[in-house]
């Protein structure tokens, strides 16, 4: 069974400085997800990792996968207030029936 | 474009009552799927299905129903509603692998908030 695993949970930054999120997953998973989610608005999909060594950025994002040390990482390079958000990665489980595993977010509060 | 469509946006239920949710798509995606959010509990898969005619259950499937009748709908049944099930739920849905195209990212709904009292 895949279980997914972020952390931190919460994180609290100041504007313009670098942050990563971790993103752990237990069994094979040869797709990662991030999502990212505003306070009561639905979730939006910013990277789909397909294979090992995986990177996609966009703007401040980066995201990588390591699927032989089952990690993957959301880097934040100088961070803006507009990227407070929580940011879910989900794994897939049950090859190709789509299902996705998420983790439990990561609260995400940048302040000036 | 529409993509995922949920109604309704916001209920509230009494225990006991029975309610679905709707859930539609004009993607002309074969999986479908919904899940559940609760505070601190990221996001639960309820039930899923891969095409018309079949569904399956996920992690959390106990006092839920689904039927897949069409490609575009996949409507979400409460059978006797329970403070438990008050929630947050996204209805999801992706191109499948098994076509050998797409790449299984789930496009969600704007959600529905249940209250069960």
């Not at chain 1, 401040?60 to 207030?81: E, N, Y």
Request: charged letters at 15%.
């Amino acid at each position: 069974e895949l279980k997914v695993e972020q952390n931190p949970l919460f994180l609290s930054m100041q504007e313009g400085k670098n942050y990563t999120i971790y993103c752990n997953y237990s069994t094979t998973s040869d797709r990662l997800y991030w999502y990212r989610q505003d306070p009561g608005k639905s979730l939006e999909s910013l990277f789909v990792l397909l294979s090992n060594g995986a990177v996609k950025q966009e703007g401040r994002l980066m995201a990588s996968l390591d699927t032989k040390a089952r990690l993957s990482t959301l880097h934040i390079t100088a961070a803006v207030h507009d990227l407070s958000a929580t940011y879910f990665c989900a794994g897939n489980y049950g090859g190709s029936q789509g299902n996705l595993i998420f983790g439990k977010g990561t609260k995400l509060s940048v302040k000036p | 474009n529409a993509g995922v469509t949920q109604t309704p946006k916001f209920q509230v239920l009494k225990t006991g009552q029975s309610m679905t949710l709707q859930c539609a798509q004009d993607m002309n995606h074969e999986y479908m799927s919904w899940y559940r959010q609760d505070p601190g509990m990221g996001l639960r898969l309820i039930h899923y299905s891969v095409g018309a005619g079949i569904t399956d259950q996920g992690e959390v499937p106990n006092g839920y129903n689904v039927s897949r009748s069409t490609t575009e709908d996949f409507p979400l049944r409460l059978l006797s509603a329970a403070p438990s099930q008050t929630s947050v739920y996204f209805c999801a849905s992706s191109e499948t692998f098994m076509a050998g195209t797409g790449t299984g990212e789930l496009f969600f709904g704007e959600g529905s908030r249940l209250t069960v009292l």
